[in-house]
């Protein structure tokens, strides 16, 4: 058996025990006695109370409280009761004698106007022990009362409610006017005590003995039939007996003969009730019949440990020895028993059943509520826009298998793309019921009835999930205005999706997506490799490539919007990698027409850039192409080339490196056009005879370089390099912004300038360019050569710019950081929070105490008003902490640290300190009490 907490046995801790605390009671019965007195009201009206049973003293505490001062109270009790004043307390067992005659040497002359029992004797032996001992010991009470009380006093006993109740009541009557039984609310329901008060007593001037004697009174009483047999055939259907043992049974093994048990007309009952059968001599020749088995004299033999089939055995035995008017008699019992049987085994299967039942039940709510949750966090999730629409579809079984609502595979077999593309929904839903496989398969076995109803759900999934759509892209053009132009360009787009299809090659030209597209990009970059190895024109095969490629995406973008979601490259690990890299999740998303245009525009950019790039690296393809371009074609090619290189040295003259570049290319054309002069002849010879410069074009190229540059030494101007103008005092370049840099990296925007510019450029108040505008002005180019240093540092301190900040940001950036100073370390905030949240539990529990003082009705108003004060000022004092001194003793003595063994604060010192320190507490004492004598 678990050990019973205080806290969990019979709710121990309950309002009472909390109140009897707060009041300074000894015990929650405290509140019995007072709301019994509340009913009655006789506790103000008494001058003499006699407490029997009175440790630890809390009735003695309200008898005090509520009787008229000077009053005589006496308690006794077998254990000894803590003093309390005004109270006469003694240490008797309240049935002897001795104690008889204390009370009366106490009470001298004076008789009690009440007289309480709240006894309860040692209980636990058995119950009806227990109950007895508790009815004796209210008559030995009842016993003191007459003998103590006065005429018209009140006698309050407590009894158990046992068979002995009536007659004990009985006996009240004979003596009190009034009897009343009654249960205060402070009483724990799962007591069977009860407190009975007898008012008005009679003082008869005799009263008959045998009242007084349990033997007399509890003798006559006739409770029934206690008899304790089991029902053998539902024993889980044992009903808790309260009522003890059976009358004159105090044993738990009982021996019963067979002839008993084949005689009875309740043959069940008695093998319920019996331990054992005993072969008697009566019917000794049953020992030895046929149908007397070994296994019936062992289930005889213990009859407690048998079995419901066992125990059947033993009734269809005893049946075979019954005379037949026994049996006709009984037949009825029998029939009974195997009716009961039979009911008993159809119960079994339909409680199982029932269970199995329930058990799939509760299952498949479990599964659906998963469901629910699942599909509620998506749309919370898409409504959050962490996630599109068609995610949805993807989420709803971690992919898009064939039965899928949005298995667009489906509909690309129906053909019907371009329908679907202008958003007819429906036209591929009718054509679907005969394209779509899976769903036919599906479908075919069942009713055309349920065909309809399968439908009109997908297209109301379809309808809501458009509306959810719709929603989504409205908020986002509310958000941003340009995504209306955007969005009116992707409706063009749409409207001209014939057109698209037959689109010519000018478009490639244009930054539209198709010629932005990573396909296209790549083919744009096969193409340069091509010509590598190509002697055909590769201008012409550019062209050509690239109108392939575009066929190609032109294909894919059309099929895109609808595309099979199972196109994939890769399947690695089940994570699918489209053709551009993305991730097939991704490639969907960015799929969506909103997206459409910024990718145009991204990817109009990305090319720009990438040609620009590819214009500027010297080792690009791209580049030995332009050289290459030259020796395959004829003279007048190599002059346009010459322009197109011209063209990007005079973009690019701004950073020194990319001019040396430029210098290189302006070499190599001026060789191109010395090659096709004077050498071309040369050259053609080289081409034709030697293997080796064919097939290494860059080499021959190189060497050819090589020579004409040495024999054309004179003709080519070289331009210097422009050198790197160190001088120039640029306040930007110096370590200060750096440092700056990384700070703002580290802990955001630090100045309000800073803010001020982000908050600018985020609400779109400033632009690009007019930011570049900006950092050209009269700072930009200061020279520092020949300027002294404390120039220098002055200007650093006092020339800087005065960049345009308004009064607002300043403002605003003010209150942050007086925000941030305000908020305190979060060591402080924790150790704060943790205060605020013990204060507001005390609180919580003072306030629950409150209440429960001011909903008692026990106490009058005064009464609860000075113990919430009182409860205030506990409240109010801090707790002392109790500090342990320890004396440095054993294997403690000398060593550093906590002792072992102790816990909490503690002072360590020596014997001798704590003697002394103890005398001299004794001596102030000493002094202190003369002082207060003196006075
Ligand atoms: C429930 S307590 C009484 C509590 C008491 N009314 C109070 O409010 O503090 C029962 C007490 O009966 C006492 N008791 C039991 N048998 C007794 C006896 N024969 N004589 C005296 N006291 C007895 C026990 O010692 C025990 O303290």
């Not at 809390?58 to 254990?79: C, E, F, H, R, T």
């Not at 089939?309 to 049946?319: A, D, M, P, T, Y």
């Not at 929904?425 to 779509?436: K, V």
């Not at 969506?592 to 720009?608: G, M, T, W, Y």
Request: with cysteine; net charge positive.
């Amino acid at each position: 058996m678990g050990k019973k907490t205080k806290k969990t046995a019979k709710g121990r801790l309950d309002k009472y025990y909390h109140l009897a605390k707060d009041q300074g009671y000894r015990a929650r019965s405290a509140f019995k006695l007072i709301q019994l007195n509340k009913k009655y009201n006789f506790l103000e009206k008494s001058k003499c109370l006699i407490d029997l049973c009175a440790a630890p003293g809390s009735w003695l505490q309200v008898a005090n409280k509520y009787m008229p001062a000077a009053s005589l109270i006496i308690g006794v009790d077998l254990v000894p009761i803590k003093p309390i004043s005004n109270i006469i307390t003694f240490q008797e067992d309240i049935t002897s004698e001795k104690c008889r005659s204390k009370l009366r040497n106490e009470l001298k002359n004076w008789k009690a106007d009440v007289i309480l029992h709240d006894g309860a004797p040692n209980v636990g032996i058995s119950w009806l022990q227990d109950a007895f001992s508790q009815s004796e010991l209210t008559l030995k009470a009842l016993r003191l009362a007459v003998e103590f009380l006065n005429k018209g006093g009140t006698f309050l006993t407590k009894i158990f409610r046992s068979k002995d109740y009536n007659n004990l009541i009985w006996i009240f009557n004979q003596l009190f006017g009034k009897v009343e039984a009654t249960k205060p609310a402070s009483s724990r329901n799962v007591s069977a005590e009860i407190f009975v008060i007898c008012r008005d007593y009679l003082a008869p001037k005799k009263i008959d003995p045998k009242f007084l004697d349990p033997r007399s009174v509890f003798q006559d009483i006739d409770v029934g039939s206690t008899s304790k047999s089991i029902d053998i055939l539902h024993p889980e259907k044992k009903r808790r007996n309260r009522d003890g043992y059976e009358d004159g049974e105090y044993l738990l093994y009982k021996e019963i003969p067979i002839s008993e048990f084949i005689n009875s007309d309740d043959p069940i009952k008695i093998l319920g009730s019996a331990s054992k059968l005993k072969f008697d001599d009566k019917i000794k020749e049953l020992l030895n019949h046929e149908l007397t088995t070994e296994e019936i004299k062992a289930c005889c033999e213990d009859l407690k440990v048998l079995s419901r089939k066992e125990f059947k055995s033993l009734l269809k035995w005893r049946n075979a020895f019954r005379k037949p008017s026994q049996k006709s008699d009984n037949n009825e019992n029998n029939d009974n028993v195997k009716i009961d049987t039979k009911i008993d085994e159809k119960q079994d299967i339909q409680e199982e059943l029932d269970k199995l039942t329930e058990d799939e039940r509760i299952r498949r709510k479990r599964l659906r509520k998963k469901a629910n949750e699942k599909r509620q966090k998506n749309i919370t999730r898409m409504q959050l826009k962490m996630i599109s629409p068609t995610d949805i579809a993807l989420d709803n079984e971690g992919g898009v298998d064939d039965n899928s609502l949005f298995n667009l595979k489906q509909i690309d077999k129906s053909g019907a793309l371009k329908k679907i593309r202008k958003g007819d929904m429906n036209l591929i839903l009718d054509q679907g019921d005969n394209q779509d496989d899976d769903i036919v398969v599906d479908i075919q076995n069942k009713d055309q009835q349920h065909k309809h109803v399968v439908n009109d759900d997908i297209t109301y999934l379809e309808e809501e999930l458009d509306e959810l759509y719709e929603q989504y892209t409205e908020r986002k053009a509310e958000r941003d205005a340009k995504y209306r132009v955007k969005k009116l360009r992707t409706k063009e787009n749409d409207y001209n999706d014939d057109a698209l299809d037959i689109k010519s090659d000018k478009d490639d030209d244009d930054d539209s997506d198709i010629g932005n597209s990573p396909e296209m990009m790549q083919g744009y970059d096969d193409s340069s490799s091509d010509s590598d190895n190509d002697s055909e024109s590769s201008s012409e095969k550019q062209q050509s490539n690239i109108k392939i490629n575009n066929e190609k995406f032109k294909k894919k973008k059309i099929s895109k919007l609808i595309t099979d979601l199972n196109e994939n490259e890769n399947d690695v690990d089940g994570k699918i990698k489209m053709s551009d890299g993305l991730s097939k999740r991704a490639t969907l998303f960015f799929d969506n027409p909103v997206f459409k245009d910024i990718l145009k525009s991204d990817q109009a950019k990305f090319r720009e850039q990438s040609v620009k790039i590819a214009d500027n690296n010297s080792n690009s393809k791209e580049k030995t192409k332009i050289i290459n371009k030259p020796i395959s074609d004829n003279d007048s090619n190599s002059k346009e080339e010459t322009k197109i290189i011209n063209k990007s040295i005079s973009d690019n003259n701004s950073n020194s490196r990319e001019e040396t570049k430029i210098i290189d290319k302006s070499i190599e054309t001026k060789v191109q056009e010395n090659l096709s002069k004077k050498e071309k002849s040369k050259a053609q010879k080289n081409l034709s005879g030697k293997e080796n410069n064919i097939s290494q074009p860059n080499c021959s190229l190189k060497r050819k370089v090589d020579e004409i540059e040495d024999n054309c030494e004179d003709e080519i101007e070289i331009v210097p390099l422009e050198k790197d103008d160190g001088n120039i005092w640029d306040p930007n370049k110096i370590d200060e912004n750096e440092i700056k840099m990384k700070k703002a990296q580290k802990i955001g925007l630090v100045t309000p300038e800073a803010i001020n510019l982000a908050q600018q450029l985020v609400n779109r108040k400033k632009t690009k360019q007019e930011l570049i505008d900006d950092g050209f002005r009269r700072y930009t180019f200061n020279d520092r050569e020949g300027l002294p240093s404390w120039f220098l540092d002055d200007e650093k301190k006092h020339n800087v710019p005065n960049l345009p900040i308004t009064k607002e940001a300043v403002e605003a950036f003010k209150e942050r950081m007086k925000a941030l100073n305000a908020r305190p370390i979060k060591k402080i905030a924790e150790a704060k929070a943790r205060k605020k949240f013990k204060a507001f539990k005390k609180l919580a529990k003072f306030q629950k105490k409150t209440d429960a003082i001011v909903e008692t009705s026990d106490m009058t108003e005064k009464e609860k008003a000075q113990t919430i004060s009182n409860m205030v000022g506990k409240l109010k004092k801090p707790k002392k902490k109790e500090v342990k001194v320890v004396v440095a003793k054993g294997t403690s003595k000398g060593k550093k640290g906590r002792p072992k063994g102790v816990k909490g604060r503690y002072k360590m010192v020596d014997a001798r300190m704590k003697k002394e320190g103890r005398a001299l507490k004794r001596i102030d004492k000493k002094n202190g009490s003369k002082k207060r004598q003196k006075r």
